[in-house]
C-alpha cells in the first residue's frame, strides 16, 4: 500500500503574495474559487449536457419565431440581462477577494506581534467565510497568535502539536493530538480529516510489514477510520486488501460490496476501484465453489458493462 495524500483543504487561502494581482492569477481564482479546472466537464453527465443542449435549442427557437423581430429582441434582452449578471459576478468577486485580503493582512499584523488583534480578526473571518477553515495555515496562525497572546485555544494547540507529528511521520503522537482536539472541538472537519489520516498512516504502516504479520492489526485501524468518516472509500479499499491477505475472503467481500454501493452515487464511478471490489467477489466465489457466480464477477471486474448483471450470491 502507498501513502494517503494529505487530507485535501476545502479551499486554501488564494492571496500568499503580491503577485495575486497580477493577471495569470486569474486562473488560480477561476479554478479554486468557481472550480472550472480542465476537468470540470469531464464530471459533467451527460444528461446534463443534453438538457443544456435542449435548453438552448428551446430559447433559439423561441426567438426564431418572431423572424422578422428576432435580433432585435434577443438584443432587447441581453441588454437587460447584463447588468445583472455583472452586478452577480462583481458580488461574487467581492464576497471572495475582501475575506482573503484580509487574510493576507492578518500576516502583515502577526508578523508585527498584534497578535490580541490576529486573533479576534481571525475568529470573525472564519464566521464569515467559512472556506478558510479549510486552511492549515489560517489554523495554525490563530493558535499561535492566541498562545502568544496568553490566551491560548487548547483545541487549536493540540491541532498543531498533532500537524507537526504529522509532518514528522510520527502517525501515533500526531493520532493522540488530533483526537484530542476534536473531543475539544467536535465540529472542526479538518482535524477530522487529519486524524483519519493519521490512523490510516499507522495501518499503511502495519501493513507494509515485513510478511504482513501485522495484516489484522491494519486492518483495525481501517475499520477504526469508517468511525469518524463512514464510506471512507481509501479506508474501504485498504480494508478490503487487508482482509483479503488476512485470509478473511468473507468480510473482504462484504467491504466490497460496500465500495460497490457508495460508488453507486459517484457521478463518476472509479472503474479501477470497482474493478478491483469485484475481482474480491470473485475470489469468494471461487473459494466457496461458487465458480458461476465467481466467473459473472470476474467478468465484472474486466468489463463496466457487466456491472449490471445481477449476481445471486450463496447464503
Avoid: C
Avoid at 266 to 282: D, E, N
Amino acid at each position: 500500500m502507498d501513502e494517503p495524500d494529505t487530507p485535501y483543504a476545502s479551499l486554501n487561502a488564494l492571496i500568499k503574495n503580491s503577485s495575486f494581482l497580477q493577471v495569470p492569477s486569474l486562473e488560480k481564482f477561476i479554478a479554486s474559487v468557481l472550480g472550472y479546472d480542465v476537468s470540470f466537464f469531464g464530471y459533467i453527465s451527460l444528461n446534463w449536457a443534453i438538457a443544456i443542449l435542449g435548453f438552448s435549442i428551446s430559447l433559439f427557437g423561441l426567438y426564431l419565431g418572431e423572424s422578422d423581430k428576432a435580433l432585435q429582441l434577443m438584443a432587447r434582452d441581453m441588454r437587460n440581462l447584463l447588468p445583472w449578471f455583472l452586478v452577480g459576478l462583481l458580488f461574487l468577486a467581492i464576497s471572495v477577494l475582501v475575506p482573503n485580503i484580509i487574510n493576507y493582512q492578518l500576516n502583515i499584523y502577526y508578523a508585527k506581534g498584534e497578535y490580541g488583534f490576529v486573533q479576534s480578526m481571525s475568529k470573525t473571518l472564519a464566521t464569515l467565510y467559512p472556506p478558510l477553515q479549510g486552511d492549515n495555515f489560517f489554523w495554525e496562525r490563530m493558535a499561535k497568535a492566541g498562545y502568544y497572546n496568553e490566551q491560548p485555544n487548547t483545541s487549536l494547540v493540540e491541532l498543531v502539536k498533532g500537524l507537526e507529528g504529522y509532518r514528522q511521520k510520527d502517525w501515533d503522537n500526531a493520532e493522540t493530538h488530533f483526537q484530542e482536539s476534536l473531543n475539544l472541538q467536535p465540529k472542526n472537519f479538518l482535524v477530522r480529516g487529519y486524524l483519519a489520516a493519521a490512523i490510516l498512516n499507522q495501518g499503511i504502516r502495519n501493513f507494509n510489514s515485513p510478511s504482513n504479520r501485522n495484516a489484522a492489526s491494519a486492518a483495525d485501524s481501517f475499520e477504526r477510520i469508517l468511525t469518524i468518516f463512514p464510506n471512507h472509500t481509501e479506508a474501504l479499499y485498504d480494508l478490503m486488501l487487508a482482509r483479503a491477505v488476512n485470509g478473511e475472503f468473507d468480510k473482504s467481500a462484504d467491504t466490497a460490496l460496500k465500495i460497490i454501493e457508495t460508488q453507486k452515487y459517484a457521478q463518476r464511478p472509479r472503474s479501477a476501484l470497482l474493478g478491483q471490489a469485484y475481482l474480491h467477489l470473485a475470489w469468494k466465489g471461487f473459494k466457496d465453489k461458487d465458480y458461476k457466480n465467481a466467473w459473472l464477477r470476474y467478468r465484472q471486474s474486466l468489463d463496466d458493462s457487466a456491472w449490471k448483471i445481477v449476481v445471486e450470491e450463496e447464503q
